[in-house]
Structures are given as C-alpha cells and as structure tokens.
C-alpha cells in the first residue's frame, strides 16, 4: 500500500517528525485562542517553510489545521467562546457542561470526536484521490476552464451571507491575479509602472494582511471591552471528568454519520468545517427522540459537531491534488507552499511527487494521533493556561510577528506596506460583510482559470464553441449554475454561520 511507502517516507525524515509534533501542538494552541485561527497562524508561518524540505514545511502546515480545528472547541466549552468558527456550534452544549461541572468529561468527548471524524476524512483522502487523480489527467484546458468557473460560482454564491457580496470578492481576488506579467504575451499589465508589481501580488503579503492584520483590527475592540475567564463551577465527582466506554458507544453511530456530513461538505469548495458543525448538529438534533436535550448540556451535542467539523480536513485536499482547487482558505494557503517549493498540484502531481504526497498523508494521520493524546490528557490545562493569558499580550505579539513574517518573505519593505494595506480592506470587507475566503480562494485559481481560458482559444477555430463540444465541461458548467440557482432559491438560508 502506498500509505505504508508514505510513513517510511516520513520517519526516514527527522525533520519532518519534528514538525509534525510541533504542528499539532502550535495548532491547538492557536486554535484555543478566541479571535485566531489555523489560517491566521499558517500565514505568518509561511516564510518560515521556505527554509525547509517540502515534507517538513507541508506537513507542519497541514497539521495546524487539523489541530487548530480541534483547539477551537476548547475554549468552546470552557468559556463559550469558539475559539475558530469550526466550534461555534460546540458551545451549544460544551458550555453547559461546563456549568454543570462536565468539563472534563465534554473535552474528552470532543477530543475523541474530533480524533474519530479526522481519521474518517483522511482515510476517504487517501483511498479516494488518486483514483479521481487519474480520472483528471485526460482534461485539457476547456475542462480545467469549466473546473475553475465552477468552483468560482459554487464560492462566491456559497460562502457568506449573501450572494452578491460573496461573488463581488470572488471577483475582486480575481482581478488582484491579474496584477503583473500577462501569461501568455509577456507584457506587464496593472502594475501602474510599480516594479515590485512586476511578477503580480505575492501571496504572504496578501495572506498576512487579510487574515492577520485584519483579524487584529476586529478584534481591537473585543479585546479592550472583554476578559476571557474560566467558568468558576467545579464537581468533585469524578464521572463529571472521565469518559466511559459506554458513553463512546452511545455515540459512535452519531460520529458516524456526522464525519460522512463533514466529509462530503469537505470536498464542495469553499464550504468548510463553519458549516459542516452546525449542518451535522441540527441533523442530529432532527433524529434524535429526545430534542428538548438539546443545548442543555449532552455529549450527543458535542461529538455531532466535533466530529463534523474535523473530518473536512482531509477531503479538502482531494480538490486541491487532483484539480489544483482549494476546497478551503487552509488548502488556498497550501497551494502557494507547493509552488514555493516547485511542486504543481493537480492529477500529474501522483506521477511526479507521489513520495510526497503519501509523505504528507502520513503527516497527517500521526498529527491527529498526537493532538488527540495531548488533547484528551492536557486540554483542561491548555484552557486554563489560555484564561490566564491576556489579550493585550497576546494581539501585540502576533502584529510583531506578522510585520516580521511579511518582511522575511523576500526582505521587503514594500511587501510589509502590502500587508498593512490588505490588513485595512480585510478589515473593511469584513465590516461591510464581504468574503476573505472566497477573496483569497479566487485570487490563487484565476491566473490558471485565465491561462485554460486563453489556452482554450487559442486550440480551436470555434472561439467559445469549444466548451460546447466537450460533455465534461458542459457538466462542470451545469453545476455551477445550478449551484447558483439553489443558492438563490435558499438565499434566506445562508450557508455559513
């Protein structure tokens, strides 16, 4: 089996062991802080993964995610503060758990949760892409084209609340793309006579600013009005602290099913662990016999979104390896790594990089089992060391960080004034409700969306005629559109929370 190659490949790289370690925990860390994210810590990480071997730099990453995933439910459940949009529906019930003195018993549920739907979503990742790999490497540029105008209508009209405002930020990461060398002429274009802007936008500045710089001016005012403080209610019983194997048991079928949920949102880009909890949560709450339960404190009420929201993990790498789509804003961050790194993603990658790619998958089976031992053992600690930490420490050192991280990626003053002023129109964007993913999910897919557009033309006589002329791309238009017509029959119901 390949896998097996992949773990060989792994510990035959001490470099790589190391950060995986280190991955998992940085991730819970981060993940345990109200206002961070997982995607927020990668980008300031990411100049860092220039000096390392691809193994390293890949699997440190995606093991942030992973854990960071899981780290937002502790703070979750101890002070009812989803520590990532992935825990928002966690506190339904981990929060008066905690109020009934469950605390314990609610952090271990969530580690196992998150531990089960984990392994279900890389397990279907590693036995599900390369088949679907070498059905893509018979594509040419009209269904790469139709591919791409797909996942650009399934996330601007997806993520977020309104359609308008999500497909406005598709449109604008598109045109930021377009800043810089023309792909097929050579010729500069929107760079005002800029030489920084020759070679187009570089993507730490960018990640930086949107997803740190702006995340620090959102939460300004949060964190001077606000103190995290851990729930003073405690039980000296000692089942309220310990998980038994019947109650593992009683929620297996529900792991079950939520992870299936979790998985299958994982693989639609752009829809991501935010709504695949609460979709797994309110599935659960809908079969359950006992309704009334629910949102008083139950471990059911846990482990549904837990579950859910980690096993997207995995199966939003299938996009990104087999058709070079990110199916999330950690995947986006991803795909700039690979490309540091010379490595380009999509179907042809199994032929080129496949140690790699089975490197990585073996990254993240042991990232889950290591944050799911340091969870289960030492997430009440890890709460209690965050409720002592005070936000006006921790907002100052990540803004020095990020000033740092911006600079180091090419030693550029001129990339640090970028990040400052992405950091003021993700602020902005936010304020007004505008969609950072989807911003940043377009701006890395419309260069190669450009190039099989273009490409495309250039190989037929029949300009747009060509992409009439092939079923696979008329299907991959047809869902787009459809998706479209859904979102806007739904548009009351928005699909992120």
């Not at 549920?109 to 984990?118: E, H, L, R």
């Not at 070679?199 to 600013?209: A, D, E, R, S, T």
């Not at 995290?228 to 048991?249: G, T, Y």
Request: contains cysteine.
């Amino acid at each position: 089996m390949e896998i097996l190659n992949g773990f060989d490949y792994l510990f035959s790289n001490t470099s790589a062991l190391i950060f995986v370690f280190l991955g998992a925990v940085v991730g819970m860390v981060v993940g345990a802080i109200p206002g961070l994210s997982a995607a927020a810590a990668i980008a300031m990480i990411v100049p860092a993964t220039f000096y390392l071997d691809p193994l390293s730099a890949l699997g440190f990453l995606y093991v942030i995610g992973k854990s960071g995933r899981y780290g937002g439910s502790i703070s979750a459940i101890l002070f009812n503060t989803p520590g990532t949009a992935a825990a928002a529906a966690t506190m339904q019930d981990g929060y008066p758990m905690t109020q009934k003195g469950q605390s314990g018993k609610a952090l271990k549920i969530a580690t196992v949760a998150s531990v089960f739907g984990d392994f279900i979503g890389e397990f279907i990742l590693i036995f599900g892409v390369a088949y679907i790999a070498a059905w893509t490497l018979s594509f040419g540029p009209p269904e790469y084209f139709a591919v791409y105008f797909a996942a650009f209508v399934i996330i601007g009209s997806v993520i977020g609340k309104s359609i308008i405002k999500g497909i406005v930020s598709t449109l604008l990461g598109a045109l930021l793309s377009l800043i810089g060398m023309d792909p097929i002429t050579g010729e500069s274009r929107y760079t005002f006579y800029i030489y920084e802007l020759e070679n187009g936008l570089n993507l730490v500045p960018l990640l930086i600013g949107l997803f740190v710089f702006s995340e620090i001016l959102f939460q300004f005012n949060k964190v001077l009005s606000s103190k995290i403080e851990e729930i003073s209610i405690k039980s000296n019983i000692k089942s309220d602290h310990s998980l038994s194997f019947s109650e593992i048991k009683k929620c297996l079928m529900i792991m079950t099913r939520s992870s299936a949920i979790g998985a299958f949102i994982g693989m639609m880009p752009g829809l991501g662990s935010a709504v695949a909890c609460f979709v797994a949560y309110g599935e659960e709450k809908r079969r359950s016999k006992n309704k009334k339960l629910w949102g008083t404190g139950i471990i059911e009420g846990v482990a549904a979104p837990e579950s859910a929201n980690n096993a997207v993990s995995g199966p939003t790498m299938i996009p990104l390896l087999t058709l070079g789509i990110p199916g999330s804003t950690i995947a986006a961050i991803l795909i700039g790594v690979f490309l540091i790194h010379g490595i380009q993603v999509g179907p042809t990658i199994f032929a080129t990089s496949k140690e790699l790619v089975y490197g990585l998958f073996a990254c993240g089976l042991l990232g889950i089992v290591t944050y799911g031992i340091i969870g289960y053992f030492f997430g009440p600690l890890l709460g209690r060391i965050i409720a002592v930490l005070s936000p006006n420490m921790i907002y100052p050192f990540v803004l020095i960080t990020g000033f740092i991280a911006a600079y180091s990626a090419r030693q550029s003053l001129f990339d640090v004034g970028l990040a400052i002023l992405f950091g003021v129109i993700g602020y902005l964007l936010r304020l007004t409700g505008y969609s950072l993913p989807a911003l940043l999910i377009a701006f890395v897919l419309a260069r190669n969306a450009e190039e099989a557009f273009r490409q495309s033309l250039l190989l037929s006589e029949q300009g747009i005629g060509i992409f009439l002329n092939r079923p696979i791309a008329i299907a991959f238009f047809v869902v787009g559109l459809f998706v479209l017509f859904f979102r806007i029959k739904t548009k009351d119901k928005p699909l992120e929370n």
